[in-house]
């Protein structure tokens, strides 16, 4: 699981100053500054990951322990995507901050940069983001201290943070089902000429786990097993190309049970598959004292590149599975990459990129469902919204920013949160108070949380076409009482409804409510849209000030909510 683009600066935050002329210092966060020394380098002259991977590792687990106040452990460490190596002589500075914390978990945003001291120029290396999870020695689970955010870009990363949980959470299960709803579009395995074996790049290599290994808990060092993993993994890709590679990325890293002083730690590495520029690398680690069996400690999928010396990506030798277990190997490597292509197209676009819809299919509906609820809750953190009108309780906010429009609109009603949700959740319930809704069919129910549905609304100019919109509609509810309900929406595309002739198609690039909880009575609803040209003529007259449809509509709403406050909300079945 990715969640780069969102909220990948979060360490950069501009000074704050507090109203009493204090800087404001986040109180969990911790900084390690080292200097590249040989012993850190590999034959090239560079940092090693593993090297990297440990510093990053001990500074995250001190900045969750100055929080929790007790002893933490590595739980999982999120995808890594390495953008620059690190040169000898060179300094890494390491950022960490505890972004949220759950009840005896938390998570911890890592920043990673390189400084050139002689040109006092600075770049970022990576980000990550890690759980580590709180123990006491007595027994008993530890009831974490809430994390309070100060500034922006805390609020932002705290939002998320939640959402990044879910996919943790979730990230077996999705795996699973991806590679189940991809396994009919890969096809068999292809013989190459003058392919190389996947034997040849099998790695099988034991570390006995010392005191220097042990973190203070005489568990053995999360960083430590990471930069094993690193080894191997390496050593594997370099049989395949018979040269030096680079390692790109990391998929997650999760801890499934500890190891400790005296456990002979096994680590097997071999190339899963090999494409023209990148190679995957599966890697695992098992640990065993005496004649015990091997405990499954933790396994990753590390993507390497050859490059050339003006860092290119070099063309790689082909791979021969191995029979069976290996083309099976060989298959899920496909399908891995294609989800790594769509969450990183997903995740990482950039909001003026044209078209603003993306493909909807089964395998990248999560990284969707997940972009469409990011998207919202930065949104909803920003703090340079400017009141442009209020009118008998509903206010109308904007704020202009790289040739973006957005807007929200906030209002009050009488009816209870969870309620509220409910009522709102169904879009075509919209068409009840909302006159932009014309029409609205439900065409896919994905699960509990999304929905797919067609929406048409009515020309704007007297004989002009009307627009339809495919939208996800993704929904959440708190994750606890400092969470608003969520009721995402954003513009996809569907093989099985293309453009007609009737309307012109439309694109909403993020748009949806934010519902909190006031009282046991009273709800906060803000609706947010980011506007594109394409519904500029709905809303321009509007931000003039010089119509009272948005007063409408959300009075309506607040209408349509009372009226039904004591209805049973309910989602039909859906059409498939």
């Given at each position: 699981m990715t969640t780069q683009g969102a909220g990948t600066d979060?360490?950069?935050?501009?000074?704050?100053?507090?109203?009493?002329?204090?800087?404001?210092?986040?109180?969990?966060?911790?900084?390690?500054?080292?200097?590249?020394?040989?012993?850190?380098?590999?034959?090239?002259?560079?940092?090693?990951?593993?090297?990297?991977?440990?510093?990053?590792?001990?500074?995250?687990?001190?900045?969750?322990?100055?929080?929790?106040?007790?002893?933490?452990?590595?739980?999982?460490?999120?995808?890594?995507?390495?953008?620059?190596?690190?040169?000898?002589?060179?300094?890494?500075?390491i950022i960490a901050k505890v972004n949220r914390a759950f009840t005896?978990?938390?998570?911890?945003?890592?920043?990673?940069?390189?400084?050139?001291?002689?040109?006092?120029?600075?770049?970022?290396?990576?980000?990550?983001?890690?759980?580590?999870?709180?123990?006491?020695?007595?027994?008993?689970?530890?009831?974490?201290?809430?994390?309070?955010?100060?500034?922006?870009?805390?609020?932002?990363?705290?939002?998320?943070?939640?959402?990044?949980?879910?996919?943790?959470?979730?990230?077996?299960?999705?795996?699973?089902?991806?590679?189940?709803?991809?396994?009919?579009?890969?096809?068999?395995?292809?013989?190459?000429?003058?392919?190389?074996?996947?034997?040849?790049?099998?790695?099988?290599?034991?570390?006995?786990?010392?005191?220097?290994?042990?973190?203070?808990?005489?568990?053995?060092?999360?960083?430590?097993?990471?930069?094993?993993?690193?080894?191997?993994?390496?050593i594997a890709a370099s049989r395949l190309c018979n040269a030096h590679p680079t390692l790109k990325t990391i998929d997650m890293f999760h801890f499934h049970g500890p190891s400790h002083i005296g456990d002979r730690l096994v680590l097997k590495a071999i190339v899963n598959n090999a494409f023209k520029h990148s190679m995957e690398v599966g890697v695992c680690a098992e640990a065993y004292q005496g004649g015990e069996p091997l405990r499954h400690i933790n396994s990753a999928f590390m993507t390497f590149e050859l490059l050339d010396k003006e860092k290119k990506p070099c063309t790689l030798p082909r791979i021969r599975p191995e029979p069976v277990d290996g083309k099976r190997r060989y298959q899920e490597a496909i399908a891995r990459k294609k989800i790594r292509l769509d969450r990183k197209y997903i995740i990482s676009c950039k909001q003026t990129d044209v078209p603003l819809s993306v493909p909807?299919?089964?395998?990248?509906?999560?990284?969707?469902?997940?972009?469409?609820i990011s998207a919202l809750k930065l949104m909803d953190a920003r703090t340079n919204w400017m009141l442009t009108s209020e009118k008998i309780k509903v206010r109308l906010y904007t704020v202009e920013e790289n040739q973006m429009l957005c807007f929200k609109v906030e209002t009050h009603v009488g009816v209870p949160a969870e309620q509220t949700?409910?009522?709102?959740?169904?879009?075509?319930?919209?068409?009840?108070?909302?006159?932009?809704?014309?029409?609205?069919?439900?065409?896919?129910?994905?699960?509990?949380?999304?929905?797919l549905y067609r929406v048409a609304t009515p020309s704007v100019s007297k004989g002009g076409k009307g627009q339809d919109f495919i939208l996800l509609a993704s929904r959440r509810k708190p994750c606890d009482a400092r969470d608003p309900y969520l009721i995402a929406l954003r513009s996809v595309t569907l093989p099985t409804h293309p453009p007609t002739e009737d309307y012109t198609r439309g694109e909403v690039l993020c748009a949806g409510f934010t519902i909190w909880e006031e009282s046991t009575t009273v709800t906060k609803i803000t609706y947010y849209n980011q506007a594109t040209p394409g519904v500029f003529p709905y809303i321009s007259t509007d931000i003039a000030g010089l119509s009272s449809s948005f007063y409408n509509a959300f009075s309506a709403c607040s209408h349509f909510l009372e009226t039904n406050k004591n209805s049973q909300a309910t989602v039909q079945p859906c059409a498939q």
């Open positions: 979060t360490m950069q935050d501009p000074l704050f100053i507090l109203e009493t002329g204090e800087v404001y210092r986040n109180p969990t966060e911790v900084k390690m500054s080292q200097i590249v020394m040989p012993c850190h380098a590999n034959h090239c002259g560079e940092l090693s990951v593993g090297q990297l991977l440990k510093w990053m590792d001990s500074t995250a687990c001190l900045s969750a322990e100055r929080h929790a106040g007790c002893s933490c452990i590595t739980a999982s460490v999120d995808d890594i995507h390495f953008e620059h190596t690190i040169g000898v002589g060179k300094v890494v500075n005896s978990s938390m998570e911890v945003g890592i920043l990673a940069t390189c400084e050139d001291l002689y040109t006092d120029k600075q770049w970022r290396v990576c980000n990550a983001f890690a759980t580590y999870v709180a123990r006491r020695t007595e027994a008993g689970k530890v009831q974490l201290k809430q994390v309070i955010p100060r500034t922006q870009l805390e609020q932002m990363e705290y939002s998320l943070a939640a959402e990044r949980r879910r996919m943790r959470l979730i990230h077996a299960e999705i795996i699973t089902d991806l590679l189940s709803s991809s396994a009919a579009q890969l096809g068999q395995c292809q013989e190459y000429q003058d392919a190389v074996p996947a034997e040849r790049t099998r790695v099988e290599s034991v570390e006995l786990v010392l005191p220097p290994h042990a973190n203070h808990q005489v568990n053995t060092f999360g960083g430590q097993i990471m930069a094993w993993m690193e080894n191997v993994a390496t909807w299919d089964p395998s990248n509906q999560i990284y969707l469902s997940y972009n469409n949700f409910h009522l709102l959740t169904d879009l075509r319930r919209r068409q009840e108070w909302d006159p932009h809704y014309e029409k609205c069919e439900m065409i896919i129910q994905v699960d509990e949380d999304d929905t």
